[in-house]
């Protein structure tokens, strides 16, 4: 897929689209036009012409269109030969995250601004491990599992689960209410969802399968889709933790 040169948004957009599909094994899934806006943090026009395009250039492709009250899944075609995207390095705008470094001002560099860099570095690390560690002292309040001290297995699951599937602490601490949730509502069930201790839940893999267990209580994870949909008790923006302004999920796509 990096042979492909998509833009900034369209990159994007294929990203949520991959880990919402594939991420979760599966070949499609609904996801309105507002879900992927907030998700890639974008304007809806920009977005829906960039949709638009990768759905005309039939590198996405709409499985079933949107009803009253569900969205049009989409999918990947997996036919890349018909994919109308041409072939080259992908091309970088304001829209795309990176990172440039000018090697002239990194050669000029002196000690003084070199130590005043290390020390901003370590105040930001520890902001984050304190941050980290609100979202464990978070768990011990929703008393799933008794845990006595925060661990380094614990700090390398949250540090985990923080990077790779980017999510803010805030969110972290609407995961953990949701498992909490999914516990309580199935206890009764033939088939009860077990609680899950700090470090199994933010740093173990799904059995079987390449996701997180956390992952399950994202919008459009298996629990949050089985159990919470309906009448979720909290629905939060995947990067800050706020509640969004609208429904992202579940709506009808605007055409």
Excluded at 2 to 19: A, C, D, H, P
Aim: proline share 2%; hydrophobic share 30%; aromatic share 10%.
């Amino acid at each position: 897929m990096v042979k492909y040169k998509f833009n900034g948004t369209q990159l994007k957009i294929v990203m949520i689209i991959w880990r919402y599909t594939y991420g979760f094994q599966r070949k499609e899934h609904s996801l309105s036009l507002n879900f992927i806006t907030e998700a890639i943090n974008s304007s809806k026009n920009v977005v829906k012409k960039e949709l638009d395009t990768l759905i005309k250039n039939k590198v996405v492709s709409v499985t079933e269109e949107a009803s009253f009250n569900s969205s049009r899944k989409i999918g990947f075609n997996k036919n890349y030969d018909e994919w109308g995207i041409p072939i080259g390095v992908q091309s970088i705008n304001e829209n795309t995250e990176v990172q440039l470094v000018d090697s002239q001002s990194t050669n000029r560099s002196t000690p003084q601004s070199t130590n005043r860099s290390a020390k901003k570095e370590s105040i930001k690390e520890n902001i984050k491990e304190k941050d980290y560690e609100s979202v464990f002292n978070f768990y011990l309040t929703l008393n799933l599992k008794k845990h006595r001290a925060y661990t380094n297995d614990m700090k390398r699951a949250i540090n985990k689960a923080v990077k790779d599937n980017k999510y803010s602490t805030e969110y972290c601490k609407t995961l953990l209410e949701r498992h909490k949730q999914v516990v309580d509502i199935t206890k009764q069930h033939e088939f009860p969802v077990r609680v899950r201790g700090f470090a199994e839940f933010f740093g173990q893999k799904v059995y079987g399968a390449t996701h997180l267990i956390c992952s399950e209580y994202e919008e459009g994870g298996k629990y949050y889709e089985q159990y919470l949909k309906e009448h979720p008790k909290t629905k939060v923006d995947i990067r800050t933790g706020v509640p969004p302004s609208e429904s992202v999920l579940g709506e009808r796509e605007e055409e």
